[in-house]
């Protein structure tokens, strides 16, 4: 009986202990006010125009990555810089418009190692 007592106390305490834990799960700096998400809809033309800069963009990165597996010396620096300039263009026109564009990572062998190299894709909202 008093290894029962003893268990339930233990549970009980450690109940205790938890709910004002999950109580303020909001964070110690999060706003009070309801946070509202601000829709901002582009037209069609410049959805179309961001269509065809991922197009051209993913083309590019193509092109890129075929050269930097053809070569025979270690460009995996080089391709990465110009991987992330492209994608730096594409995603200021995406935000200047309000348009949303994520990497999907994709793997590619070149000069013995393994490279993630982020080809585009555009979320219509």
Known sequence: MKKRMMALLVCILLL???IPGV???RGNNAPRAAITARV???SDAQFKILERMV???NRQIEIAVKFAQLTPWN???WL????DSIVANVFAYANSIGAVVVCEYTTYYIDGQYVLID????IPL
């Open 23 to 25: 109580a303020q799960a």
């Open 40 to 42: 901002v809809r582009y």
């Open 80 to 83: 990465l810089a110009y991987v």
């Open 16 to 18: 205790a202990m938890m």
């Open 119 to 122: 080809p585009l894709r555009v």
């Open 75 to 77: 460009d995996v620096p």
């Open 55 to 57: 197009a051209t963009a």
